[in-house]
């Protein structure tokens, strides 16, 4: 190995090469950051970046405008030689030490909003709780991922519509390269363009579709019987990707963990029409049009073998956890996060926050599991000093 060289040592025409494969707000504001000379090498942003809120049409009827919202979930951890920069790698630290999850909606009209990121609710907090500011140099924030929705200029989400996705949303895109997918009205697959003047319908003939996901910068689609299509945009086919999971649980979602795609497959109690065993698991299989009411009891996991083609069936998830939020899924690496358990799903049930551990197949709500029940809300005391004395 030869002699270290610092940062401030490379070639100044390295600079900007550098910043331009910084593809995360936080990380070009970090780089920015560190010193007169590295915030002149390269701008905050493509100077025709997305702007949030954008107005769109709505899917449903596209002579009303509804505001396309951003919300990005964080990994904010404490300065330290031994903390993780990577959410997907595992460590040992302690729990005073490990990381907190937070999920911000951030917008150049309205105030920075802290939501729960399985529910969505905004998180109300009492001045003294909270830092008004977070210096980045204090802290390590690593982003997780990003989420869209479709909301009223009431603030209220757009009725009838399940999943949005933006792509790409880099610091270094330009807007009007932009697509959105949206899944809407119990199954129909919208696409647009940033600045079209309404939807087009991806497959007329099936409104089946149940969840969309960005997958190494590919756009893939599930339907309710669990195949996976790929969405070649440039002529907006339809590709089967997977067989069909043949799988009887009401609700589908699509989870990226460790560079693979999974399926996560929800069971509801409401009404049993008949039980079945299934992938040696027991379950009942239901049938209701009223989501809001049913409860859920199980999940079954599959993971995509994409060289084969096949399904795998996951009976552990090792120390990854799955998160099942409002309008995003995503994995972490348990030992990363204070409160976290390994191989456990975290949903949201009607109104509770739960969690489902696939060790026993038990379910427990988080506000009566102490290791679990401050998981979002209070901060850490390393980010609230104030809250001892509060």
Known sequence: ?????????????????????????????RFRSACQLWRSSIPPSHPNCPCF?????????????????????????????????????????SSSSKGWLIKVQ?????????????????????????????????????????????????GFPAAGVKKVLFFPHSSWTNV????????YQE?????????????????????CYVDVIVHKEQFYVVDRSGTIFWIDVSSLKLIQFSPPLCGVGDQKHLVESCG????????????????M?????????????????????????????????????????????FILGYDCSFSVSASEFAGFQRNCVYFSDRFDGRVYKLEDRSIITLKF???????????PTWIRPKLDSF
Request: glycine share 4%; aromatic share 12%; with cysteine.
């Open 1 to 29: 190995m030869g002699d270290r060289v610092e940062w401030s040592d490379l070639p100044k025409e390295l600079w900007p090469t550098i910043g331009k494969h910084l593809n995360t707000r936080i990380d070009v504001l």
């Open 53 to 93: 809120p954008i107005k769109i049409p709505y899917p449903i009827e596209s002579l009303i405008d509804v505001n396309l919202t951003q919300t990005t979930v964080y990994l904010i951890e404490p300065p330290g030689d031994n903390c993780s920069t990577n959410p997907s790698t595992s460590s040992s630290s």
């Open 106 to 154: 951030e917008s150049n009209s309205a105030p920075m909003r802290v939501l729960n990121p399985l529910s969505n609710s905004v998180i109300r907090y009492p001045p003294d709780i909270f830092p008004k500011m977070l210096n980045l140099l204090d802290y390590r924030i690593v982003q997780v991922c990003k989420s869209y929705s479709l909301k009223y200029s009431t």
């Open 176 to 183: 009007e390269d932009c697509m959105i997918f949206s899944i």
């Open 187 to 207: 199954g129909k697959l919208g696409f647009m363009k940033y600045g079209a003047e309404k939807w087009t319908l991806v497959d007329d003939k099936n409104f």
């Open 260 to 275: 693979d795609l999974y399926v996560v497959d929800k069971y509801f109690d409401k009404d049993p029409i008949r039980s």
């Open 277 to 321: 065993q299934h992938h040696d698991v027991n379950v009942d299989y239901y049938r209701d049009d009223n989501r809001d009411a049913r409860e859920v009891v199980g999940f079954v996991i599959y993971k995509l073998d994409e060289e084969w083609g096949t399904w795998i069936n996951v009976k552990n998830l090792g120390d990854r956890a």
């Open 369 to 379: 599991y102490p290791k679990c029940s401050n998981l979002f809300w209070p901060p």
